[in-house]
């Protein structure tokens, strides 16, 4: 399993009852999680000093219950790769909204570490590397492959998110000549990229397994991220860098991503495939909270 284990400002106190325990910055957050099945002892006095609590409806979805928590704040995190300072910072700005998010998920910091320190190589050795972030939410991969040296297209169907991903930009230090916005639907764009011969050295995807683009066009995750895939491969240079694959779904396991970056994009630009569970160390007991699975595929 991949960590996620280089946080300062995020961590899981503990989990039980299908609830996480965490803090954010100096905010303790319970909030339920489908991973969550075991019933352990709530030994720790934080589960009595919560800032929000999060309540799961037997209806569907649920609603926040605020005990002293400010409408917005904001967390930091440091790039390994840049080894200390100020200089590989991002900064990102939290708010509870609708079905218990916060606006970040904290699991993919291990693959901004694995990603930033490929890009900062490249950028080292004066290479210019365009990356292509697709279901970019707020932008944490889009602030992470910015500050190590890439020029990011941002694409996402939510115009508020893109919004407030711009904003994580902007208190993260990205420049803006480094990044590109697009509220568009993300395979739709693609194809557009494609017929327009503009492509990518690197491709970030991080899809949801359910949602609607911004007219209405229906995504699920298991009928259409083979077809993905493969119009993505297409926008890659002959000289690729890396390929990311996120999931959140259960039924797409390690294996499962593997596969279907080995069967597309390995036969086309070689290179290997690695595929892992990433997850979340929780303080109290050492053990760890799977948080889903990415795909990885690099050049070399």
């Not at 999680?33 to 002892?41: M, R």
Request: glycine share 8%.
């Amino acid at each position: 399993m991949w960590l996620a284990n280089n946080w300062k400002d995020y961590e899981v106190l503990d989990t039980s009852g299908g609830d996480k325990l965490e803090r954010w910055g100096k905010y303790i957050l319970r909030r339920p999680d489908p991973q969550v099945i075991w019933n352990t002892p709530k030994k720790i006095p934080e589960w009595k000093k919560i800032n929000a609590h999060y309540h799961r409806s037997d209806r569907g979805g649920g609603e926040w219950e605020f005990f002293d928590l400010p409408k917005q704040w904001s967390i930091s995190y440091d790039l390994p790769s840049f080894k200390g300072g100020s200089e590989g910072r991002l900064t990102f700005h939290l708010k509870p909204f609708s079905f218990k998010h916060t606006g970040l998920f904290p699991e993919q910091a291990v693959n901004w570490d694995w990603f930033s320190s490929l890009i900062k190589d490249q950028a080292a050795k004066g290479r210019k590397i365009k990356v292509l972030n697709l279901f970019a939410y707020t932008g944490g991969a889009t602030c992470a492959a910015a500050k190590a040296g890439a020029h990011v297209t941002h694409v996402d169907a939510s115009k508020g998110m893109t919004t407030w991903a711009k904003e994580n930009a902007a208190s993260s230090g990205v420049s803006e000549t480094s990044t590109r916005w697009i509220v568009d639907d993300c395979m739709k764009f693609v194809e557009r990229e494609i017929r327009r011969g503009n492509f990518y050295d690197a491709v970030i995807m991080d899809p949801p397994s359910y949602g609607r683009g911004p007219k209405g066009e229906v995504w699920k995750i298991e009928d259409s991220i083979f077809d993905l895939i493969s119009v993505c491969s297409k926008v890659l240079k002959d000289d690729a860098l890396f390929f990311l694959i996120n999931s959140y779904t259960t039924g797409l396991q390690s294996s499962v991503l593997t596969y279907m970056m080995e069967t597309i994009i390995t036969p086309r630009f070689g290179g290997s495939v690695a595929s892992d569970e990433i997850g979340l160390p929780v303080t109290s007991n050492g053990l760890v909270l799977p948080c889903g699975a990415s795909g990885r595929w690099t050049s070399s």
